[in-house]
């Protein structure tokens, strides 16, 4: 597989997808580079860390904290990290976060590449250069946007990855095919969880096909300001679900695309809310669940994305067409008790 270059504002990505980590020493100066990973990814390959100076932190989403940043920077420290040092996250999203932060602070910004472990983390989290960690409730709320130097996919790592994580991976990719990619959609139709896993080559070309397509929109509008809000379809309502209930990330921002799909009926006139709850349905996922709506609603009125008492609203104008609705607070309220 070939290198591709990708270029952001004021830096460029090097991606080498479908590589092998065993290639990762002809990118960077291993002597000079740290590896940061969690305990599951070391637990299970940890033959692959061998020569390399590693840094193990918890894993979950619950050491995405600065105390972990910190905890970070002391080892950085303690192997006389410098500015030529490079940070190479090797890991889910939380590891891959964690390290673009740390490499982003550490002595004002060094290099850093992502090895991207889960399938979410592949087609969605180490893309994009935004980076951070949660302060109390608060997710992502402490940050930076800084693009890697480079992204390397192994998919051997998809071995060890629990089912419940390629969940996690596919409710991000049917976002994508919802908002931008009507041929992916009908290809996930016709496919299954199963066929997928039991397919390395058609699971390969679909990563590829999603961080190509997140890298193009971000390409587009690195700062959000646009077009980047797209990727918020079924976060929103996601978003506050997953402050409240037991539900991971894919299965709160599975509710959350199926409602924005059925108040897209409302609003924009879309006409296929059915055909993309049968899709989530297909892999695994939830769609139309019992929720306190005033509770949710209120939640959501705090949302990052609001601005004064207007919501932007990630709807479907189509399937693979997505659009940015500016919903006033009061229409949307009226909106979710008539759900
Ligand atoms: N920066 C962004 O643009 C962006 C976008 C989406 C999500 N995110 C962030 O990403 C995080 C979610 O990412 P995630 O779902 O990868 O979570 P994660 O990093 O917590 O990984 C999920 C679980 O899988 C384990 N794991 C990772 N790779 C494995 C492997 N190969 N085999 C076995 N187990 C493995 C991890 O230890 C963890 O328990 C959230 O913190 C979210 O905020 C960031
Ligand atoms: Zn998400």
């Known amino acids: 597989m070939k290198k591709r270059t990708y270029k952001f504002s004021n830096s460029s990505t090097d991606y080498y997808l479908a590589y092998g980590i065993s290639h990762l020493k002809e990118l960077v100066d291993q002597r000079n580079s740290v590896i940061i990973t969690d305990e599951n990814v070391f637990g299970y390959h940890e033959k692959r860390f061998k020569n390399w100076n590693v840094i193990v932190i918890m894993p979950g989403e619950e050491y995405k904290i600065q105390s972990t940043v910190d905890a ?21 999203g939380v590891v891959t976060d964690i390290t673009g932060y740390a490499a982003s602070i550490y002595m004002r910004g060094i290099n850093f590449g992502f090895v991207p472990t889960t399938l979410l983390s592949m087609v969605d989290a180490s893309i994009g250069g935004k980076n951070g960690i949660d302060v109390g409730v608060y997710k992502n709320l402490v940050g930076t946007v800084r693009q890697p130097s480079f992204i390397l996919h192994d ?9 419940a994580e390629w969940v996690n991976g596919f409710a991000e ?14 290809d996930l139709e016709a496919g299954s969880l199963k066929k997928y896993q039991g397919r390395k080559i058609s699971v390969c070309k679909l990563i590829q ?15 959000e300001k646009g077009g980047r809000r797209l990727l918020n379809f079924g976060h929103t309502l996601g978003h506050a ?3 409240q209930y037991e539900l991971s990330h894919g299965q709160a921002i599975s509710i959350g695309m199926a409602y924005a799909s059925v108040i897209s009926e409302k609003i924009t006139g879309f006409k296929e809310a059915d055909r993309v709850a049968r899709l989530l349905l297909k892999y695994n996922l939830p769609t139309f669940t019992q929720f306190d709506k005033q509770k949710v609603f209120d939640v959501l009125k705090m949302d990052k994305k609001r ?11 189509k399937i693979g067409r997505g659009v940015v609705e500016a919903i006033p607070l009061d229409r949307l309220e009226k909106i979710f008790q008539d759900l």
């Open 72 to 92: 970070v920077i002391e080892e950085l420290v303690a192997v006389q990290a410098d500015r030529k040092t490079t940070l190479i996250g090797v890991g889910g």
């Open 155 to 163: 998919l051997i790592f998809l071995n060890s990855l629990p089912q």
């Open 173 to 186: 990719i049917i976002k994508h095919a919802c908002i931008k990619d009507a041929a992916m959609f009908r």
């Open 209 to 223: 096909r999603n961080a190509i397509l997140k890298t193009k929109v971000v390409q587009q509008d690195e700062f």
């Open 241 to 243: 679900l997953e402050n």
């Open 307 to 317: 601005e004064r008492k207007v919501i932007n609203y990630v709807l479907l104008e």
